[in-house]
């Protein structure tokens, strides 16, 4: 399993940037997607992007595409989102997640606590 640890959330106007950290811990097989979900009050949870291994596929959905840019260091053991030209729709808790397969239907482990993330218009 992985343990998964998000940081980084907070309250920004719209048009602002944050940036999210994830910090895995644990064992998996060598390689491993990796990725970000989110999930908006009264809705449920959504795939934002996801990320190889190597880091060179990456995956968005496409409300974000163009705007968030999902990135890792192996060596960290950490998954960042960036996030730019933040707008109210964006506002959700954000988990992120480890699977084999770039649509993270299949999770190494539990979600984490997730990260708020709160964009006033």
């Known amino acids: 399993q992985v343990q998964l640890v998000e940081s980084g959330g907070g309250l920004v106007q719209a048009g602002g940037s944050l940036r999210l950290s994830c910090a895995a811990s644990g064992s998996t097989s060598s390689t491993y997607y990796m990725g970000w979900f989110r999930q908006a009050p009264g809705k449920g949870r959504e795939f934002v992007a996801s990320?190889?291994?190597?880091?060179?596929?990456?995956y968005y959905t496409d409300p974000v595409k163009g705007r968030f840019a999902i990135s890792r260091d192996n060596a960290k053991n950490t998954l960042y989102l960036q996030m730019n030209s933040l707008k109210p729709e964006d506002t959700a808790v954000y988990y992120c997640a480890a699977g084999p397969a770039q649509d993270l239907s299949l999770r190494y482990g539990p979600w984490g606590q997730g990260t708020q993330v709160t964009v006033s218009s």
């Open positions: 990320i190889s291994w190597s880091g060179v596929q990456k």
